[in-house]
Nanobody
């Protein structure tokens, strides 16, 4: 099972930017579609962005469209989330996830992911 470790979270002001990174442990990383999710206490985990195994297809949740960009580097076994124009409502714990479910090239459905990182906190102050 691939192991994931997020980094890059922190505290920023409204309008600021952050770049999250997720390092994967396995050389077969390029076989997995990847996703970024976020969660605040008391709410369901929300799909933020997803990218196909080869990196050619990306999809975003409504809250991320136009502001966030997901990318991956299969040579480095890493996936990234560039977040711009951050808002207080973006405050959450952010998780990266890896999936390899048959029939899915990418997805924002959390239940289609088999491996999760521990998360990195993002706090946006007004």
């Amino acid at each position: 099972q691939v192991q994931l470790a997020e980094s890059g979270g922190g505290s920023v002001q409204t309008g600021g930017s952050l770049r999250l990174s997720c390092a994967a442990s396995k050389d077969t990383f390029s076989n997995y579609y990847m996703g970024w999710f976020r969660q605040v206490p008391g709410k369901e985990r929300e799909g933020v962005a997803t990218i196909s195994a080869g990196g050619g297809i990306q999809d975003y949740g409504d809250s991320a469209k136009g502001r966030f960009t997901i990318s991956r580097d299969n040579a480095e076994n890493a996936v990234y989330l560039e977040m711009n124009s951050l808002k207080p409502e973006d405050t959450a714990m952010y998780y990266c996830a890896a999936g390899r479910r048959a029939g899915y090239a990418y997805t924002l459905r959390a239940e289609m992911y088999a491996a999760w990182g521990q998360g990195t906190q993002v706090t946006v102050s007004s």
